[in-house]
């Protein structure tokens, strides 16, 4: 028996393409009148037009419409022609007149009814507790005359002319371009009309009414779907059987698409013919109405059912590892097809993943069972059994996945990196094994390499979850405050039949050090008259990296690095000490952690000043006219600085003689037979040199 489904989608829309004013609110008070046209040889240019609302089409039905055009696209529209519908005389004279054709009598009786229905006032009192379900009643009614009305004017020309909405211009020329435009004679009390113009060259479109209709060849079914189009709407489906010599109709009723809304989207009608024989061919014709009133061919299909029913699916036990490179692979069959041609196994890493066939040919229909010698060693294994029948039709078992006898274990894993922070938080990070069915890591720790390492952690995925990532990254946390200072981490891999790797290597990771050093110790400061000599003891801790020697000339100044010890150093001189400057020190100890000691007990020194003074050099002498010259070098030459000159008379005794601030003096000779002189440096605060070398002058 053959479905008759009819999608219904705006039965406006089956006609055309409404302005978005067509389903507008209802507190949107526009309201337009589309027309759509076509140009006929010999006859001109025919129009159809329909209004948008119910409303509107009262209005024209009891007004009239005018219909105006332009040349070309240009707005200057001009009147042609003024419409009315049929008078009660002309409609029984139309009605007769198609007396040999009851279809298009009934439209033209149903569409007089709605013309009586639409300039007939109506009214009445108003009962509020019934009313608004009998307003909604109304409307639902009033919905469907005015469909009722869409088709009939659609369905038969006559209908269009009588109801006053098509017109034909016969004042035009081939070729040429115009636009049209229909107004209503009268004006709605609420709605504001306004026209959409609509263009169209004056030539013929043979491909206008040409609709492709596509066809699924399901089992014992056709389905069929084509695209709406504006200029097609109700469509009829002929069908000729193989064997047969005429075509069938298998609809009475049109098929419409008909929807509460328009949307963008194409729409799209279907029709499905079931209850077919197999591996026919059938032949199709579709029809359907332009908006002129013609029911025309619009596409003929041809089409063969087809077996599209699968055989029964397989059930797949589990497979078995039943030889170290085999494993079997065993299904059941319920109700096995009389088509049924075979079977394929197929096998994947993952349980969703691209199966890959492990025979060239079908295995017989007859086969249970089959052994499969080229697994993956150490992946995941999955099979899947196919059934297929002699149409290729294929039904699919469920995957299942092979437990491997394994015995070979992961190799030795290696922990990457290992970091702890000042809270005691060690994080691990491991570089991941290659196996395939790696199932995570198992962590130890020691607080000696000697000792013996216990679990602490483990990461392994579930059996069902072994798509996840294996665990890289573990954490542990540790106490600070300990004797050891150092604590030891390795790692073992396990895959899914719990084989354990060797230990990795050992990863040594050094606890925080929060305790400082101990404090260095001055043991003694020996002052000389240009250095400083420091004797110290330095820290004791086992990590102390350096120390520091600090030095300041004033206990309320900051403490200044002076120098960086050595180790093993446990004295120090300051050559750079001035005489007379105390200088304070103190030390630190820095540890590996970077924690410093507390400063050393400072100590002060100082270099004293002896009162032995620098000697003067480059003493010369020289003579003129019995005047003596003398001249020397002195360095630390300053204010409180003075110089003595020695004399010897001929009983050769140097006596001091005269005192100068210079480096020179001058000195008148008598009658001596010679004379020698020297220099001594003298401060004011009473230092002095030792004498100088001596110069002489003999006449």
Do not use: C
Not at 575 to 601: C, F, I, P
Request: proline share 5%; net charge negative; charged share 25%.
């Amino acid at each position: 028996m053959k479905n008759k489904i009819i999608y219904l989608t705006s039965v406006l829309v089956a006609l055309f393409v409404f302005s978005p004013q067509a389903m507008a609110q209802n507190d949107e008070f526009t309201s337009t009148i589309k027309t759509r046209g076509r140009f006929v040889e010999d006859k001109g240019i025919e129009l159809r037009f329909f209004p948008d609302r119910r409303a509107i089409l009262n209005t024209g039905l009891k007004t009239g419409f005018i219909i105006e055009r332009a040349d070309g696209n240009n707005n200057n529209f001009i009147e042609i022609a003024r419409l009315q519908p049929f008078t009660d005389e002309q409609w029984e004279n139309a009605i007769d007149a198609a007396e040999g054709n009851p279809e298009t009598q009934d439209y033209l009786d149903l569409a007089w009814n709605f013309l009586k229905s639409a300039t007939t006032p109506s009214g009445g009192s108003f009962n509020f507790s019934s009313g608004i379900s009998d307003m909604r009643t109304q409307r639902a009614n009033e919905d469907f005359e005015y469909a009722v009305f869409v088709l009939s004017a659609i369905r038969e020309a006559k209908v269009a002319e009588a109801l006053a909405l098509s017109f034909i211009d016969s004042d035009i020329s081939k070729g040429e371009t115009y636009t049209y435009r229909v107004k209503t004679i009268g004006s709605h009390p609420l709605y504001s009309v306004i026209p959409e113009p609509y263009t169209l060259k004056a030539i013929a479109n043979d491909k206008a009414y040409k609709n492709e209709v596509y066809v699924y060849e399901g089992d014992t079914e056709l389905n069929f779907v084509w695209e709406e189009t504006e200029d097609l709407t109700g469509y009829f489906v002929e069908r000729k059987a193989p064997g047969e010599n005429s075509f069938t109709p298998l609809n009475e009723a049109p098929l419409y698409n008909i929807s509460d809304k328009v949307s963008d989207d194409m729409v799209r009608g279907s029709y499905q013919d079931d209850s077919l024989t197999n591996y026919q061919l059938y032949a199709y014709r579709f029809y359907a109405n332009n908006l002129y009133g013609e029911k025309l061919l619009v596409a003929e299909v041809e089409a063969m059912p087809r077996d599209r029913t699968p055989p029964g699916q397989p059930f797949l036990e589990k497979p078995e590892h039943t030889a170290p490179r085999e494993v079997e692979v065993k299904w059941q069959m319920n109700d096995v097809a009389p088509d049924l041609m075979g079977f394929a196994v197929g096998r994947s890493d993952k349980p969703e993943g691209n199966f890959t066939l492990l025979q060239n040919e079908l295995l017989p229909a007859s086969t249970r069972s089959f052994v499969d010698t080229s697994f993956v060693v150490g992946a995941r294994n999955y099979y899947v059994v196919q059934a297929v029948d002699t149409a290729f039709n294929v039904s699919s078992s469920l995957p299942v996945a092979v437990t491997l006898i394994d015995t070979v274990p992961p190799i030795q894993p290696i922990i990457e990196s290992a970091l702890i922070d000042s809270l005691g938080v060690v994080t691990l990070n491991m570089t991941q094994n290659p196996e395939k069915d790696l199932m995570g890591y198992r962590l130890f720790r020691a607080n000696d390499p000697e000792h013996e390492f216990s679990v602490i952690s483990e990461g392994f995925l579930e059996v069902d979850s072994m798509d996840n990532p294996v665990q890289l990254i573990y954490t542990d946390t540790v106490t600070l405050n300990s004797l050891t200072p150092s604590i030891f981490y390795r790692v073992k891999a396990l895959d899914f039949n719990y084989n354990q790797s060797d230990f990795s290597d050992i990863m040594k990771v050094e606890r925080p050090d929060t305790i400082p050093p101990t404090t260095p110790v001055f043991k003694r400061l020996v002052n000389s008259t240009n250095q400083i000599e420091l004797h110290f003891a330095l820290s004791a801790s086992k990590d102390v990296a350096a120390h520091q020697l600090y030095r300041k000339e004033s206990m309320d100044a900051p403490w200044v690095v002076y120098a960086n010890l050595e180790t093993t150093q446990k004295t120090f001189i300051d050559r750079e000490a001035e005489q007379g400057v105390t200088y304070y020190y103190s030390l630190r100890a820095l540890d590996n952690s970077g924690l410093y000691s507390d400063y050393a007990h400072p100590v002060f020194g100082k270099a004293y000043d002896d009162g032995v003074r620098d000697t003067v050099t480059n003493l010369t002498l020289s003579e003129e006219d019995g005047n003596i010259t003398l001249t020397w070098d002195y360095a630390n030459l300053d204010d409180d600085t003075f110089f003595v000159v020695f004399k010897a008379g001929e009983k050769g005794r140097l006596r001091g003689y005269k005192r100068t601030n210079e480096l020179s003096f001058s000195d008148r000779i008598g009658n001596e037979e010679s004379v020698t002189y020297a220099i001594r440096t003298h401060t004011n605060d009473g230092g002095q040199s030792k004498l100088s070398e001596t110069v002489s002058f003999e006449p």
